[in-house]
């Protein structure tokens, strides 16, 4: 089955510096990776997806990139702000129909200091 | 409506109870998802529905019952759980098709097995 390793664990930036976080997968069929964020307390939400046809994508201070190639894909935020503090996944599937398997990586706690 | 809704909000019950979690979503969705979540970890993918039929089940124990009555209903029903089963519950629901595969998170069910 599907692997997907994240890092770094946990991430402390300063306001308005960037973050990234990244993360590898195992399995060369998977073709759709979304990020979670998620708050204390509160249920994951989506902040971007990518498809494997794709390989970068970008939604204001958020973005992603993806290599097919060397199965990784990572997780940009610039101008990071006090309100991006959460707990953030990566995950990966294979859309085949049926449902959407998700994968996920362990999580990458991101802490922005005023 | 789109929001995933999920009652109880939290749930303490003993090891001989027999409760249920409840799931509702009106987006349409046609695939719908259980997750369990232990504290600072991912989400671990416990059953798949899929057009009302169960299309995933990742070898969970027979403690864990799901049940979709419907196509905007999902319920997990609960008995002779253990303590470690507690967890937060969180039920997601996405479009079944290629392309549109975004999954919604619920706010998920606390449960505290005594």
């Known amino acids: 089955g599907e692997n997907v390793e994240q890092h770094p664990s946990t991430l402390s930036v300063q306001e308005g510096d960037s973050a990234v976080i990244k993360c590898t997968y195992s399995d060369s069929a998977s073709n759709y990776f979304p990020w979670y964020k998620q708050e204390l307390g509160k249920r994951p939400q989506l902040i971007i997806d990518i498809r494997s046809n794709v390989g970068e994508k970008k939604d204001q201070r958020i973005a992603v990139t993806l290599n097919k190639t060397a199965k990784h894909f990572s997780l940009h935020i610039t101008e990071t702000q006090p309100e991006d503090s959460a707990v953030y996944f990566c995950?990966?599937?294979?859309?085949?129909?049926?449902?959407?398997?998700?994968?996920f990586g362990t999580g990458t706690q991101l802490k922005v200091e005023l | 409506d789109t929001e995933v809704t999920q009652t109880p909000k939290h749930l303490v019950m003993g090891m001989t109870n027999k409760k249920s979690l409840k799931c509702e979503q009106h987006m349409g969705h046609r695939a719908m998802y259980w997750y369990k979540q232990k504290a600072k970890k991912p989400p671990e993918l416990m059953f798949v529905y899929s057009y009302e039929k169960l299309s995933i089940n990742e070898s969970v124990p027979s403690r864990f019952s799901p049940e979709c009555p419907n196509s905007s209903l999902l319920n997990l029903h609960l008995h002779a759980l253990q303590p470690e089963d507690s967890a937060l519950y969180l039920c997601a629901s996405s479009q079944e098709k290629q392309g549109g595969n975004e999954q919604f998170f619920g706010p998920g069910t606390r449960l505290t097995v005594l």
């Open positions: 995950a990966a599937s294979e859309l085949t129909g049926g449902g959407n398997k998700l994968t």
